[in-house]
């Protein structure tokens, strides 16, 4: 699976957005960006993903550019809850053989947000 | 509850002793993920279980580290000859297939210390 970098940490004021970049330069044709974040003490949760359209759900958007390299994940309204480590990992699609049940992660963005 | 549980949720045992970790998955999710947390590190994957068989066993440090999965629902990760470098969050996921762009449901984790 193709390598992403993340920046170590950031800050974010409550109830503005959060936008955490993540590069994914050497991605494949066939792989997928996906977003997990993991609150102190839990277990990662899944957030989103996308191949090269953009997605939105109840949690984030996530935008692709075009041509695949990086992505940047939006957490429209950041709230005192939304601190945690976001992951960014690059998954090959189902069907496409090798080890495509696993996630890499890598160390995340630590995300604070403050009041 | 529906999610993935784990336990116990803390351990704390002593160098050389016999651990047992329990991952109890999402009814019906066929896919069972065991990864590692060392402090300030992202998860680490360790074995994969496709119903009962060990799929990927890759990840597993040596060969002290041991995961079965008899029935294809509960898993559990055993460490014979517990070391200090063991201690960690031995963190469990499932997913209904193995082979999607579903997502990982992660448990919140068994934290273990070896004095």
């Known amino acids: 699976d193709a390598k992403t970098t993340q920046p170590t940490s950031m800050d974010c004021a409550e109830g503005r957005a959060a936008n955490l970049p993540c590069n994914h330069s050497?991605?494949?044709?066939?792989?997928?960006v996906y977003w997990y974040r993991q609150i102190h003490s839990q277990g990662p949760q899944y957030i989103i993903h996308?191949?090269?359209n953009n997605e939105t759900n109840e949690m984030a958007s996530l935008i692709i550019t075009e041509d695949r390299k990086s992505s940047t994940l939006i957490l429209p309204h950041a709230t005192l809850r939304d601190t945690a480590v976001y992951y960014c990992i690059v998954r090959v699609a189902s069907g496409s053989g090798g080890s495509n049940y696993k996630l890499t992660f890598g160390k995340g963005t630590l995300l604070t947000v403050n009041p | 509850g529906a999610g993935v549980s784990q336990t116990p949720s803390n351990k704390v045992t002593e160098k050389g002793k016999y651990v047992e970790l329990r991952c109890d998955p999402i009814?019906?999710?066929?896919?069972l993920y065991w990864y590692r947390q060392s402090l300030g590190q992202g998860p680490e994957f360790l074995i994969y279980?496709?119903?009962?068989?060990?799929?990927?066993d890759s990840g597993l440090p040596n060969d002290r580290f041991f995961a079965v999965r008899p029935e294809g629902s509960v898993s559990t990760l055993k460490i014979q000859r517990t070391e200090r470098g063991d201690s960690a969050v031995y963190l469990c996921a499932s997913s209904l297939r193995p082979h999607s762009t579903g997502e990982l449901f992660f448990g919140e984790g068994s934290r273990l210390t070896v004095l």
């Open positions: 279980f496709q119903g009962t068989g060990a799929a990927d």
């Open positions: 050497t991605i494949s044709g066939n792989e997928y």
């Open positions: 996308g191949l090269k």
């Open positions: 009814s019906g999710h066929t896919a």
